[in-house]
């Protein structure tokens, strides 16, 4: 009885080792731990290969994880929900949705019961590949399975309805959050104004940069780089002037799509020196410019030599 606390206490030792390693992306060095730890025979858990298998799908390497599962079923383990939302943590960042879901059933089909992170995950994850109506269904059935909607399900949903143009839909959730208890993080902000942006509805934009800033959060780079977006979009190349000024006063650096969005709106308005002065602010800034920055560029040359002519 005493010899098995011991060898209890070893695993835990070196699966709280591998644990450490894992976390500082030091990979081999956990296996290595791993390897210690089985030839000296003491047999890992459940907990020991879902945090290698957890490290290894944040790294990409799914091929090596799905070893692992093999391994410890053989060994007469069970997969839980922590190595379930590890594995289609892992796949959705490969954009495998189809493997994704292939798990999803697996898990139903042995009584494991989805959480709140499996559904935003696996809705995510057919959000960024544009399958939209399949991320509402496994939303709607978290809800059905009476799983309790969080920010990041809220804000997924927004995100949803924002990329298919519904505002309406959008705002309408955003504020049912708020009734439901639910408070609207940067992200649900930043959501929404990008969603008002790519509208042309500007002033709603603001409206909720606003909002969002009298609850006490600061814009950051993606709220900025859509405001900046936006107003040079519908003309108001000024007004996104003064903005990309204001967010590096307040130390945001810009981005390569900030630094592109700026100087396309400056270019088409003819404004060439100013556009080429952040162009060199840009490179100097370590960004590489894109071809819709050359582009604009070469664009608004062709502007002054039309007036030129003129």
């Known amino acids: 009885m005493a010899r098995d606390k011991g060898l209890a206490a070893d695993v835990w030792l070196y699966t709280t080792m591998i644990k450490m390693y894992c976390r500082a992306n030091k990979m081999k060095q956990a296996f290595a731990l791993f390897d210690e730890c089985v030839n000296k025979g003491l047999q890992p858990n459940e907990r020991t290969y879902g945090i290698l298998i957890d490290g290894l799908a944040k790294h990409g390497q799914m091929y090596a994880a799905e070893m692992l599962i093999d391994e410890l079923q053989k060994k007469g383990l069970k997969l839980n929900l922590i190595i379930f939302n590890s594995l289609i943590h892992g796949y959705c960042k490969k954009g495998n949705l189809d493997k994704v879901l292939k798990l999803q059933e697996t898990m139903e089909k042995n009584g494991l019961k989805l959480d709140a992170f499996t559904c935003n995950t696996i ?3 057919l959000f960024n590949v544009d399958r939209c109506n399949e991320a509402k269904i496994v939303l709607n059935k978290m809800v059905e399975q009476g799983i309790a909607p969080n920010m990041v399900t809220y804000t997924t949903l927004i995100h949803i309805y924002c990329k298919e143009g519904d505002m309406v839909e959008a705002r309408r959730i955003f504020r049912d959050m708020e009734s439901k208890g639910v408070s609207p993080g940067p992200a649900t902000y930043n959501v929404m104004i990008d969603g008002y942006c790519k509208k042309g509805k500007i002033r709603e934009a603001e409206r909720f940069r606003k909002e969002m800033e009298k609850k006490g959060m600061e814009p950051d780079l993606y ?16 007004v996104a002037v003064k903005l990309f000024e204001e967010m590096k006063g307040k130390r945001v650096g810009p981005s390569v799509v900030t630094y592109t969005a700026i100087i396309s709106g400056l270019s088409k308005e003819g404004r060439s020196e100013e556009a080429f002065r952040l162009y060199e602010e840009m490179v100097d800034s370590g960004l590489s410019p894109d071809d819709t ?12 030599k039309e007036e030129t002519r003129e």
């Open 123 to 125: 809705a995510h994850g």
């Open 223 to 238: 709220t900025y780089t859509s405001l900046v977006h936006g107003h040079c979009c519908h003309g108001k190349v000024d």
């Open 293 to 304: 920055v050359y582009s604009s560029l070469v664009g608004s040359l062709h502007t002054i």
